[in-house]
């Protein structure tokens, strides 16, 4: 059983900066690809960035040159750094883990097999 923790939500200012933090346990985390969703009320779940295990990366359009999404699998630990925050990047953004083999639908959540309780991110204008 693989857990995620998911850390380093807020309130911030438009225009400023966050860095969530997502720690799993388990020997699989290696290997899985890792992806940062988040959902806003009334809106469905949605991907922000995932990376497979040897650094590959997919960002939705809305975030591409904002996020930055990276691992540090001596650590068990997948990153999202926001900058250029924005009011509508406000929501619960939660971590998931899935097998490598869903990186070609890897904005799909249904493809994740474990997630993190999720952090808020609130970004005030």
């Known amino acids: 059983q693989v857990q995620l923790v998911e850390s380093g939500g807020g309130l911030v200012q438009a225009g400023g900066s966050l860095r969530l933090s997502c720690t799993a346990s388990g020997p699989t985390f290696s290997t899985a690809v890792m992806g940062w969703f988040r959902q806003a009320p009334g809106k469905e779940r949605e991907l922000v960035a995932a990376?497979?295990?040897?650094?590959?990366?997919n960002y939705a359009d809305s975030v591409k040159g904002r996020f930055t999404i990276s691992r540090d699998n001596r650590k068990n630990t997948v990153y999202l750094q926001m900058n250029s925050l924005k009011p509508e990047d406000t929501a619960v953004y939660f971590c998931?883990?899935?097998?490598?083999?869903?990186?070609?639908?890897?904005?799909?959540?249904?493809?994740?097999?474990?997630w993190g309780q999720g952090t808020q991110v609130t970004v005030s204008s």
């Open positions: 998931a883990a899935g097998p490598a083999v869903i990186w070609a639908v890897a904005a799909a959540p249904s493809r994740y097999d474990y």
């Open positions: 990376i497979t295990s040897r650094g590959s990366t």
